[in-house]
């Protein structure tokens, strides 16, 4: 059998607001589209949509800068609000150069701006941040799907991140549920009956990868169905793909 | 229009060897498969069947460590056949610790032992080494695929590499032709009328990893076809995607 995988966006959601149901919204989405979910499918959604139905929405014009946000935001050329934002979702400033914070986030990820974004934000001066807790926006999700069409899939939360080394942002996943986001091939041989090297997948990243492809950015994309996807079906938290900093031999 | 693609594997290729006809092995599996090709398809080819037919491969049974190699080996119990081998491809060692080497290639990649692999070589004691130029390998591909099948397709040559902050290894991209590793939102606009901040998205890694979600690592499919994927047809380089050391704000 030809391994084939299907990635279709779903499109025609309405604008998400706070308290909206977006489970509702993307499981109507889907039937509108003619798309039928099937056991075992994934649905990447994008962060923005998650974090605005879950009101993680600040204006700034609410926002009082403190001491330090109004320093960094002179000597980086930056909104001292937006910047004051950004330092509450830190835990850690990572580097801070040219404009950008580098930052690591209460959940462990390290990004631009802790996922402040201030793009495709509902009025000019919101910013949306990043879901409290991910993981559990995905199981909301998830059960939501299942009680309005009846089928198990596995959610997967994406963000476009930068990375280290490499130029270009890429979609990744930033909270799962009904997925393990790593596919281990450990103590699996190769066709030659050799003990494979390359031992674990990060499988969650490469579904949000794929999904961002039909996302894009202008596109009005916000979910995106993944048919024909191999995955451990365990039930798992994102930070198992957040690496411990002694644990990472590539920094 | 529902935006979708479709990625498709590319099954029922020989055993790749040296000098072998990559691109016709390929466009004959194509064929044979029912699979017709456009004009604006994505063709991933894994590294190891490129690096095969290009004689890669070193055995082992040839390789006079130095004591440089051997005294590594010894310290973190490594093969010091391998890692004298390792170190021949490097241009830099990132680090070195438990038994792994990261080291930044003469390409510039930053990877595990500098991409040499022993898993899914054709004897137990030789190993495969990235290609010289991979990007001349891609458009070597596309030309042969182009001349056997009439079509103009872009290819990426892709590898699995881990990655810094981030447990597990995706699937990226290593060389490229008919392809702009980048796509580039830079002074677009969101659907609120204000300009997109996250600009640039490595669209030739993101294809990379959706192809590796049929790939997998056991599966003999060494080739995969995206097709419906919105890029960038300028030819361009991999080096693109390589970020110089004084540019990492993510380091």
Same mark, same amino acid.
């Given at each position: 059998?030809?391994?084939?995988?299907?990635?279709?966006?779903?499109?025609?959601?309405?604008?998400?607001?706070?308290?909206?149901?977006?489970?509702?919204?993307?499981?109507?989405?889907?039937?509108?589209?003619?798309?039928?979910?099937?056991?075992?499918?994934?649905?990447?959604?994008?962060?923005?949509?998650?974090?605005?139905?879950?009101?993680?929405?600040?204006?700034?014009?609410?926002? =009082?800068?403190?001491?330090?946000?109004?320093?960094?935001?002179?000597?980086?050329?930056?909104?001292?609000?937006?910047?004051?934002?950004?330092? %509450?979702?830190?835990?850690?400033?990572?580097?801070?150069?040219?404009?950008?914070?580098?930052?690591?986030?209460?959940?462990?990820?390290?990004?631009?701006?802790?996922?402040?974004?201030?793009?495709?934000?509902?009025?000019?001066?919101?910013?949306?941040?990043?879901?409290?807790?991910?993981? =559990?926006?995905? %199981?909301?999700?998830?059960?939501?799907?299942?009680?309005?069409?009846?089928?198990?899939?596995?959610?997967?939360?994406?963000?476009?991140?930068?990375?280290?080394?490499?130029?270009?942002?890429?979609?990744?996943?930033?909270?799962?549920?009904?997925?393990?986001?790593?596919?281990?091939?450990?103590?699996?041989?190769?066709?030659?009956?050799?003990?494979?090297?390359?031992?674990?997948?990060?499988?969650?990243?490469?579904?949000?990868?794929?999904?961002?492809?039909?996302?894009?950015?202008?596109?009005?994309?916000?979910?995106?169905?993944?048919?024909?996807?191999?995955?451990?079906?365990?039930?798992?938290?994102?930070?198992?793909?957040?690496?411990?900093?002694?644990?990472?031999?590539?920094?």
């Amino acid at each position: 059998m030809v391994p084939e995988i299907r990635i279709i966006g779903i499109q025609g959601l309405p604008e998400v607001n706070p308290c909206d149901d977006l489970g509702g919204f993307i499981a109507d989405a889907v039937t509108a589209q003619g798309v039928i979910l099937d056991d075992g499918d994934v649905l990447v959604v994008a962060q923005k949509v998650v974090s605005k139905a879950e009101g993680r929405l600040v204006d700034l014009e609410d926002v =009082t800068p403190s001491p330090l946000a109004v320093e960094i935001a002179s000597l980086h050329d930056r909104d001292p609000r937006h910047t004051e934002v950004v330092l %509450r979702e830190c835990r850690r400033i990572v580097r801070m150069d040219r404009g950008v914070i580098i930052a690591e986030t209460r959940h462990g990820f390290r990004c631009a701006n802790a996922g402040v974004d201030a793009s495709n934000a509902p009025g000019g001066d919101t910013v949306v941040l990043l879901p409290l807790d991910p993981d =559990t926006s995905a %199981r909301r999700l998830a059960k939501r799907i299942k009680q309005t069409l009846g089928v198990e899939v596995a959610i997967i939360i994406s963000d476009t991140f930068g990375r280290p080394w490499r130029e270009g942002a890429v979609n990744v996943a930033i909270g799962v549920a009904g997925i393990h986001p790593m596919l281990d091939y450990r103590g699996l041989e190769d066709p030659q009956g050799r003990e494979l090297r390359t031992t674990t997948i990060a499988v969650a990243d490469e579904l949000a990868a794929a999904a961002g492809l039909v996302m894009g950015k202008l596109d009005r994309v916000p979910a995106v169905l993944l048919k024909g996807c191999r995955f451990d079906r365990a039930e798992a938290s994102i930070s198992e793909v957040i690496r411990p900093a002694e644990h990472d031999l590539f920094r």
